[in-house]
């Protein structure tokens, strides 16, 4: 298998279509193309299709669709286009129309579909913060969709060449995602990095072990007003597993758009709480979340709890488990080592529903990627080789991580006979594993119990040891920014 070289910044390689995805693409005639973005019907074209494609419908205002076309401004978005699927009047035709003739409603539906590429998909520039703390450029995908009319002609996979190639070009470490299906992704070199939860919380139950912490002061404030300070102490907040939040993020989970997107519910009125440090005077944490009466009682939906300190973090917690008349509160996208049991004298008030992957990670540059985190603290001298497979040619070879008392590292690609010395303890795996070993979502042993790597070496139980080891980490990875 060839090793793909990344080539750094190329910005031109940004601006169009991959080559190399675009030869998957012409037996079945299809055309893949950078959307401009200053063309808003084909713009319009293309988020009718990834509403379809997610069997959602546009919004309903024009002020939500013009906040819609804003969450696409500085990300790439390509559309894979069908010129054999054209209809009577479509956007060609606009041109014949009487000058003062406006579209009827109809009319303007049938040209945003005859602009509506048969594949979707985005892509934008990220960080991702790794075990230790310290972040790599990533390449976020989203809004990866077929149209049910052009299923199984090898679209996706085109795309997904397309948006890996692009993600070389901007310098990326690895590509990340989230699945709707967990049997789409791995083939492409994506293995699930991070796990969330759904919690329940049964306020009746709850009682807590400690006094409140009088250093923090919990203030109900409009959530615009967090617009300056939220993003701070999301950046001191974040944890291995997470990605960097773009402004339209912070925009719609503020609720200066009036579109909600991803953790932020269909509708109700979001309310926000500020945590500040009396020492400090600084904000350490805020919460966003909805409340909704009911017959009985009333619910309370947690959208975020994010806090720089775990005595910020238990401060809103506790504010939102006594609000009055609740009978339910509940809270997506959580970890799965949360703080709150360990808080409350009966932790079964709590507990964790649905819990599932949601950070996919597909390595492209298996240096930067693993350099950057920290390791298990190990004896001077600590090496494991890794040998990766990797079926696309983007990871593909052997690398020497070496491993210092502090637990720093260093990792080099290894050439010749570096990759035949029987010394060095060496794990094999393919690339999408990696993905799941790089934070610690899973280890190495059981990565070998499921067939998927193996430790070679004098001693495979000795090899997979050192991996588990040097891979664990403290705490969960979590994504706290759905995407
Ligand atoms: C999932 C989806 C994007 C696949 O598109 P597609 O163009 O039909 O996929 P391709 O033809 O390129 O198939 C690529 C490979 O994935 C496989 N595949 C496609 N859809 C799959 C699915 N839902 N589950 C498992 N495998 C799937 C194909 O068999 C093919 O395998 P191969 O290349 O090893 O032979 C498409 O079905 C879709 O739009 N679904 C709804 C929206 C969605 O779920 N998007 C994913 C967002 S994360």
């Not at 539906?109 to 790599?136: D, E, F, K, N, Y």
């Not at 995602?177 to 070199?189: D, K, P, S, V, W």
């Not at 006594?322 to 049991?341: H, I």
């Not at 390595?363 to 390791?375: E, T």
């Amino acid at each position: 298998m060839s090793q793909r070289q990344p080539q750094r910044l190329n910005a031109d390689a940004l601006e169009t279509f991959s080559s190399n995805a675009q030869r998957r693409l012409d037996a079945a005639r299809l055309q893949g193309r950078v959307v401009d973005q200053s063309d808003e019907v084909a713009v319009d074209g293309w988020l009718g299709a990834m509403e379809r494609g997610f069997l959602d419908a546009l919004p309903p205002t024009p002020r939500m669709r013009r906040e819609l076309r804003d969450t696409l401004v500085g990300s790439r978005i390509i559309g894979i286009y069908d010129d054999a699927l054209s209809i009577e009047g479509d956007s060609a035709d606009q041109s014949d129309r009487e000058i003062d003739e406006d579209p009827t409603d109809e009319e303007a539906m049938h040209s945003a579909i005859a602009a509506s590429p048969a594949g979707t998909a985005q892509g934008w520039p990220t960080g991702l913060t790794l075990v230790g703390g310290s972040s790599v450029d990533a390449w976020a995908i989203s809004a990866v969709t077929v149209a049910g009319t052009h299923r199984r002609r090898g679209i996706a996979r085109a795309m997904i060449t397309d948006q890996l190639d692009a993600a070389i070009a901007s310098g990326a470490s690895a590509a990340v995602l989230t699945a709707t299906e967990g049997g789409i992704y791995g083939r492409f070199g994506f293995g699930p990095a991070t796990r969330s939860t759904t919690l329940r919380f049964d306020p009746r139950r709850v009682s807590w072990r400690d006094r409140a912490d009088d250093d923090m002061t919990v203030r109900l404030v409009a959530p615009q007003a967090l617009r300056a300070e939220a993003p701070q102490v999301f950046e001191r907040a974040r944890n291995a597993g997470d990605i960097g939040r773009r402004d339209v993020w912070w925009q719609q989970a503020l609720r200066v758009f009036s579109l909600r997107l991803f953790n932020h519910g269909d509708s109700g009125t979001t309310l926000a709480l500020r945590v500040d440090s009396a020492k400090t005077g600084r904000l350490e944490g805020f919460a966003l979340y909805r409340v909704s009466g009911g017959e009985e009682h009333g619910r309370l939906v947690v959208d975020e709890v994010c806090a720089a300190d775990p005595a910020a973090e238990a401060a809103l917690w506790r504010h939102l488990l006594s609000t009055d008349l609740v009978g339910e509160v509940s809270a997506r996208s959580q970890p799965v080592d949360f703080l709150l049991p360990w808080l409350l004298n009966d932790p079964r008030a709590v507990a964790a529903k649905q819990t599932s992957d949601s950070l996919w990670v597909r390595v492209l540059d298996v240096c930067s990627a693993l350099a950057a985190r920290s390791w298990s603290r190990s004896p001077a001298g600590t090496r494991l080789r890794l040998r990766v497979g990797d079926a696309l040619g983007y990871a593909d070879g052997d690398y020497l991580l070496q491993v210092d008392e502090l637990g720093a590292g260093t990792v080099e690609r290894l050439r010749g006979a570096a990759t035949t010395d029987a010394s060095v303890p060496t794990l094999e795996l393919d690339v999408a594993d990696l993905g799941s070993l790089l934070f610690g979502y899973t280890s190495a042993s059981l990565l070998a119990g499921a067939g998927r790597a193996c430790g070679l070496g004098e001693c495979e139980a000795e090899t997979l040891a050192l991996a588990d080891d040097l891979f664990s980490t403290a705490r969960a990875p979590h994504l706290r920014t759905p995407f």
